[in-house]
T-cell receptor, first 113, second 113 residues
């Protein structure tokens, strides 16, 4: 079953705490993504990973970092979370280059208070 | 740069009426064009894609033609159903060294019975 799994689904953190969002996929896709979704702003690309330890900044990388040590896992880290990082975060994966279907997880709703 | 612009929402229609969601794109590369649909509580999922200029894609009664000359990819459906209520995203897939998927801001469709 082709699936992108995100954990946790809901998370509340205090400002200044560190946040780890985890993502896994079972399709051996080489490309993985982190997006955030905010009302009126659509889906904004934070980071893209082309394979293990091959990561590239997206359009809004500031305040985030990523880690990909295995092809199946891609983590998003927020060091010292800020209230403006409250959002819904989506992980996604695809096989090959930008002309193939991208599969999304169900999202993590992060609230920073 | 690469960008996608689509109809602002929300769009409210009655069941049985026709739908058009406009999408235009800008890129100097050779893109693949996609329409994604997102239901509440879910991540976006592929509706269909069109990799070649002047070809049409379709799924579940929705269709769109990749018009290279007009740089457009408008989504249409002849008769919408209440179950079509969702957010629709036009997306531009870029290949090559900077492969990525760029989304429009999304159009919320509400279909009333």
């Amino acid at each position: 079953d082709m699936k992108v799994t995100q954990m946790p689904r809901y998370l509340i953190k205090r400002m200044g705490e560190n946040v780890l969002l985890e993502c896994g996929q079972d399709m051996s896709h080489e490309t993985m993504y982190w997006y955030r979704q905010d009302p009126g702003l659509g889906l904004q690309l934070i980071y893209i990973s082309y394979d293990v330890d091959s990561n590239s900044e997206g359009d809004i990388p500031k305040g985030y970092r990523v880690s990909r040590k295995k092809r199946e896992h891609f983590s998003l880290i927020l060091d010292s979370a800020k209230t403006n990082q409250t959002s819904v975060y989506f992980c996604a994966s695809s096989f090959g280059q930008g002309n193939t279907e991208v599969f999304f997880g169900k999202g993590t709703r992060l609230t920073v208070v | 740069g690469d960008s996608v612009t689509q109809t602002e929402g929300p769009v409210t229609l009655s069941e049985g009426t026709s739908l058009t969601v406009n999408c235009s794109y800008e890129t100097k590369q050779y893109p693949t064009l996609f329409w994604y649909v997102q239901y509440p509580g879910e991540g976006p999922q592929l509706l269909f894609k069109v990799p070649k200029a002047n070809e049409k894609g379709s799924n579940r009664g929705f269709e769109a033609t990749y018009n290279k000359e007009a740089t457009s990819f408008h989504l249409q459906k002849a008769s919408v159903q209440e179950s079509d209520s969702a957010v629709y995203y036009c997306a531009l897939g870029i290949t090559g060294n900077t492969r990525k998927l760029i989304f429009g801001l999304g159009t919320t469709l509400q279909v009333q019975p």
